[in-house]
């Protein structure tokens, strides 16, 4: 299993910057990497960025190109999502999710808790 820990999230202006933290733990060789997820209150998890541990492979949502930015640093099994030119839309709990070797490629089934982010208007 494979644990993982959010931090990062708060509360910022239109137009700021946040950065997001994914820590993970446990049995990280099992994993192809990590993803960042959102969902916003009366809707649905919707995808934003992922990464590969081997390759640095990225994906981005259309919504966020240009803008947010993924990295990861292996040494400490870390993944960071650097928001950039935040609108109030972006507000969404913010989690990020492991695809793993039992489950396959691009198959999220562990999940940290979330954390908060929210741009104000």
């Known amino acids: 299993q494979v644990q993982l820990v959010e931090s990062g999230g708060g509360l910022v202006q239109t137009g700021g910057s946040l950065r997001l933290s994914c820590a993970a733990s446990?049995?990280?060789?099992?994993?192809?990497?990590l993803g960042w997820f959102r969902q916003a209150p009366g809707k649905e998890r919707e995808f934003v960025a992922a990464i590969t541990w081997s390759s640095s492979s990225t994906t981005y949502a259309d919504s966020v190109k240009g803008r947010f930015s993924i990295s990861r640093d292996n040494a400490k099994n870390t993944v960071y999502l650097q928001m950039n030119s935040l609108k109030p839309e972006d507000t969404a709990v913010y989690y990020c999710a492991a695809d793993t070797v039992r489950y396959g490629r691009g198959i999220y089934k562990n999940w940290g808790q979330g954390t908060q982010v929210t741009v104000s208007s």
């Open positions: 446990g049995r990280t060789s099992s994993t192809y990497g």
